[in-house]
């Protein structure tokens, strides 16, 4: 995986010169996932805590967008979707987790651009905007 901490940047390499490109690219969530990414980067910049940020996939294509890993070795686990609208589906791969880690896997929440809200610690549900009220 390969993040641009300038997704401006990014955007202009794949000739992205407009908000209504954006809209309709066929990258748009790679672009969405790699600004979210780099939240949670600052996030923890702001908190003088090493980034431990990990994106996970097995043999079987199962993938979770970002592991965050504690220094106790537990770790929170969010998936990344670009989508104004929820789907059950987003949290599939975070199942599929928890069922590997039932006890290191401390959270799992879905990231996306949609309205609806459930911070909680399991099966979590929070728009990017509000990223920073997480304890990542």
């Excluded at 600052?42 to 990990?54: A, F, G, T, V």
């Amino acid at each position: 995986m390969l993040y641009f901490y300038d997704t401006g940047l990014a955007s202009w390499l794949l000739g992205i010169h407009s908000v209504e490109q954006v809209a309709t690219h066929p990258l748009r969530g790679n672009l969405f996932e790699n600004m979210v990414i780099n939240e949670f980067v600052k996030e923890r910049h702001n908190r003088l805590q090493m980034p431990n940020l990990y994106y996970y996939r097995d043999q079987q294509q199962h993938e979770v967008d970002l592991l965050s890993v504690a220094d106790d070795s537990t770790f929170s686990a969010y998936e990344i979707k670009s989508g104004q609208t929820y789907r059950p589906e987003y949290f599939d791969g975070l199942r599929y987790l928890k069922g590997l880690f039932p006890d290191t896997m401390t959270s799992s929440m879905v990231v996306y651009d949609g309205d609806q809200s459930n911070p909680s610690p399991t099966d979590g549900l929070v728009n990017y905007r509000n990223i920073g009220d997480l304890r990542i």
